[in-house]
């Protein structure tokens, strides 16, 4: 059963730190987003891309956080330097968009905490 | 910009009975896609229902129907003889139709509590 993996699971660190989410989406979707998941900001839409190319990071902070796709097989998400209000459940998903519709499947997210 | 929303951030419902989670939105655009997603606490986001906006014929997965009323931008989950393993977060989710892809704008959730 196709999955988007996400690594890794949970992620405690200190204010300052780097941090690099992974995700690997299924094989052969073509778009892949990120999204960030607060209490009160609910699901938000970090960025995404298609055919590896980045199409909106509008929602991303762009001083401090940064998305690529090396490959097809690899999505990263990295934040530098992490702060306090980083802190939250980072879903990566993934889709196959080919003019149509297709269901977002989504991994079982990255917890960031940032102390 | 679409928004959704889902009015009724918690919700219970007895074992067997039939519950209706509410969601609208706001969108200019003729064709979208709706879409419920389930979160239970294991926090996996799960597709529930998919519903294509030209489709006037209410989607259907088991016990899980929706009524979809596009003129009013309506879009409702109704889940029938509810079962323990349906508590969780339920969000309402709007996809429009993009030439460069697609992106997913969510509702605040819905938190459904099934007791015994």
Known sequence: DARVTQTPRHKVTEMGQEVTMRCQPILGHNTVFWYRQTMMQGLELL??????????DSGMPKDRFSAEMPDATLATLKIQPSEPRDSAVYFCASGLMVGNNSPLHFGNGTRLTVT | ????????????????????????????????YLFWYKQPPSRQMILV????????????????????????????????????????????????????GSRLTFGEGTQLTVNP
């Open chain 1, 47 to 56: 960025a995404y891309f298609r055919n590896r190319a980045p199409l909106d």
């Open chain 2, 1 to 32: 910009a679409q928004t959704v929303t889902q009015s009724q951030p918690e919700m219970s419902v007895q074992e067997a009975e039939t519950v209706t989670l509410s969601c609208t939105y706001d969108t200019s655009e003729n064709n979208y």
């Open chain 2, 49 to 100: 229902i998919r519903q294509e906006a030209y489709k006037q014929q209410n989607a259907t997965e088991n016990r899980f129907s929706v009524n979809f009323q596009k003129a009013a931008k309506s879009f409702s989950l109704k889940i029938s003889d509810s079962q323990l393993g349906d508590t969780a977060m339920y969000f309402c989710a709007f996809m429009k139709l993009e030439t460069s």
